[in-house]
């Protein structure tokens, strides 16, 4: 199995900037699709970005798209992910989770592993 630990979350103005960090550690970092979630209070969890396993492809939301940039650095065993244009609607627990799988996928149920997540707030 895999340990996750997320990094980076904080307090930001609307418009900034923030990059998460999760670092795995356990088994063989490559095994896994990584993938970034968050969950804002009232709300279920939701898929934001994932990467493959070798970096080679990724996957975004909507409301990520063209604002946020996943990455992999196999090096370090740590999955980031780099959030530009922030908006107060991006405020969340932000997760990261691992899929012991080859392929792309937004599903929360396919999630094996989760980090304990990390809180974004952006204010307006």
């Known amino acids: 199995q895999v340990q996750l630990v997320e990094s980076g979350g904080g307090l930001v103005q609307a418009g900034g900037s923030l990059r998460l960090s999760c670092a795995a550690s356990?088994?063989?970092?490559?095994?896994?699709?990584m993938g970034w979630f968050r969950q804002a209070p009232g709300k279920e969890r939701e898929f934001v970005a994932a990467i493959s396993r070798f970096g080679g492809s990724t996957d975004y939301s909507d409301s990520a798209k063209g604002r946020f940039t996943i990455s992999r650095d196999s090096a370090k065993n740590t999955v980031s992910l780099q959030m530009n244009s922030l908006k107060p609607e991006d405020t969340a627990v932000h997760y990261c989770g691992a899929r012991d799988g080859s392929t792309l996928s937004r599903r929360i149920s396919t999630i094996n592993y989760w980090g304990q997540g990390t809180q974004v707030t952006v204010a307006s």
């Open positions: 356990g088994r063989t970092f490559s095994s896994y699709v």
